[in-house]
């Protein structure tokens, strides 16, 4: 029987990539996708698939092959609406970001904490049993590192203080109902349909195409775990065949590659050399408050349980990246394009 998925965010970079990957599948299944075109685009989807956009009375029975429904986790109804003949949930619409929600806490509140519970009462009243939730290593915030699943969690900031919320939520569901759930805590995702993300990658990448200087703020010797945004799919496609028998499970998705933002810029700088033929330049600028310096996971229990076994390297993956954002460089807006730091959370 074909699984029908419901996919929130599914219009944004980490979300298409997921409807892409499914519809490669051999036998595709049914996929709806929930967004509130915030951020993402239909063009993005459209670029992917061709779909149909049901009404809300149109929607009792299983998602035909691809549906987008636009509409906003902070609404039950269409929450509810949305979930018909659902079997997997994706839960990956939220406000996005350390930054955004130190600027909006409370709007990030509403849709990171009371969008999620939405979805997982929408989930429990129509009987689902898989949702996975997506998940950061912000929710663990100024831990001892590496971070792993059993560590105390400290959020230092309103995104990662939400994405822990979740994560409460999910366990209090799975416990009280035995709504399967399971938090994938991504580490720094990036690839190709990142353009409209302010990531440290996405920055970068948007000034190597102009020929601009990258600007690392502070030392550049801060640390991250960088994954590829096929080998994070493939740990939500891993987490959605999982025995969870209406368990909680929390999986640190990452590469357990540290990187420094130094390394990280040169290897672009190689990268647009090779590529181009042009030399990029790199600049250093004052710090910036908030930056942790050193954030890397311990992915043993997704290898474990999961079997997830992240596979592109780093520079592999920035090169796909680069030609990507290369082939976009005409779609890139001003917005898009330069703002006024780079975001290494
Ligand atoms: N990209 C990363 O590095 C990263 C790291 C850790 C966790 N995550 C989490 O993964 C998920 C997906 O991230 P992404 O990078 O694809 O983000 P994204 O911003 O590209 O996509 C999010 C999508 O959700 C939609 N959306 C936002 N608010 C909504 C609402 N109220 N109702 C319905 N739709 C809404 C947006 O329009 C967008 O299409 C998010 O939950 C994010 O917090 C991402």
């Not at 997506?134 to 994405?163: D, F, H, V």
């Not at 009280?176 to 399971?182: M, Q």
């Not at 190709?192 to 970068?204: H, L, N, T, W």
Request: aromatic share 6%; net charge negative.
């Amino acid at each position: 029987m074909k699984t029908n998925w419901l996919i929130t965010g599914g219009c944004g970079f980490i979300g298409a990539r997921l409807v892409n990957r499914l519809l490669a599948e051999d036998r595709p299944p049914g996929i709806r996708v929930l967004d509130n075109l915030s951020l993402g685009r239909p063009e993005d989807l459209a670029a992917l698939t061709s779909f149909v956009t049901p009404s809300f009375d149109d929607l009792s029975g299983p998602s035909r092959r691809v549906e987008l429904i636009e509409g906003d986790i902070r609404d039950a109804e269409v929450v509810a609406c949305a979930l018909a003949g659902i079997d997997v949930v994706v839960h990956l619409a939220a406000h996005t970001g350390v930054r955004p929600s130190l600027a909006d806490p409370l709007g990030d509140a509403a849709v990171n904490v009371a969008g999620t519970l939405n979805l997982l009462e929408g989930a429990r009243r129509r009987g689902i049993s898989r949702v996975i939730f997506a998940s950061s290593g912000a929710a663990l915030g100024e831990t001892e590192q590496p971070i792993t699943e059993e560590r105390l969690p400290a959020p230092a900031s309103p995104y990662g203080a939400a994405k822990l919320t979740g994560e409460a939520y999910c366990s209090a569901y799975a416990k009280s109902y035995g709504l399967g759930a399971l938090a994938l805590r991504f580490s720094n995702v990036y690839g190709p349909g990142s353009k409209r993300k302010e990531s440290v990658i996405a920055q970068f990448m948007k000034r190597a195409v102009q020929g601009e200087p990258l600007e690392i703020f502070g030392s550049g010797e801060q640390v991250r775990d960088f994954i590829y945004v096929d080998d994070l799919v493939e740990a939500i496609l891993l987490g959605a065949a999982a025995d969870l028998d209406g368990r909680f499970e929390i999986f640190q998705i990452a590469t357990q590659v540290e990187t420094s933002v130094n390394a990280l810029a040169e290897m672009i700088a190689e990268i647009v050399s090779a590529e181009t033929g042009e030399e990029i330049e790199i600049r250093r600028l004052p710090s910036a408050a908030g930056d942790l310096a050193r954030v890397y996971a311990d992915i043993s229990k997704a290898r474990r349980y999961l079997d997830f076994d992240p596979q592109t390297t780093l520079p592999d993956g920035l090169r796909n990246t680069f030609r990507y954002f290369a082939q976009e460089a005409g779609s890139i807006n001003d917005t898009d394009r330069l703002p006024s730091r780079a975001a290494t959370s």
